[in-house]
């Protein structure tokens, strides 16, 4: 899923951008706050896209190494900016996807941690 929306030739939210901001109208006038804007969306789903990554790195690698969560979700975001911006010239290569998506890893990454923490702490008990 993340390769289709990453090297997708168009823009993934083309043709969605004025549905979004009909629902961002709707929240902003039941009180959501101004500030979370299309802007805010986008960057909060470039977090949540790159946070599965982070927890499988460590559920593979283990806790002595849950930081490689976080240095793969910078390496698979900046190569994904990369290509985006030599190969696919209607997309928008960014460092904010970059910082959002190493984010979403990091955040992963601790979401993996505490998993493993809890495995190991439950098999402890079991012997």
Do not use: C, K
Not at 109 to 115: I, K, P, S, T
């Amino acid at each position: 899923m993340l390769a289709s929306i990453a090297f997708t030739a168009r823009p993934v939210d083309e043709g969605f951008g004025p549905t979004l901001q009909r629902g961002l109208d709707v929240l902003h006038s039941i009180g959501v706050p101004v500030w979370v804007d299309y802007s805010t969306v986008e960057f909060t789903a470039n977090i949540a896209l790159f946070v599965p990554l982070g927890v499988v790195v460590v559920l593979l690698v283990g806790l002595d190494r849950w930081w490689w969560g976080a240095v793969a979700g910078f390496v698979a975001s900046a190569t994904i900016e990369l290509g985006q911006l030599v190969f696919l010239p209607g997309r928008f290569a960014s460092a904010d996807d970059v910082v959002a998506n190493t984010t979403g890893a990091v955040i992963g990454a601790l979401v993996g941690v505490v998993v493993l923490d809890v495995v190991h702490r439950l098999a402890a008990v079991r012997r």
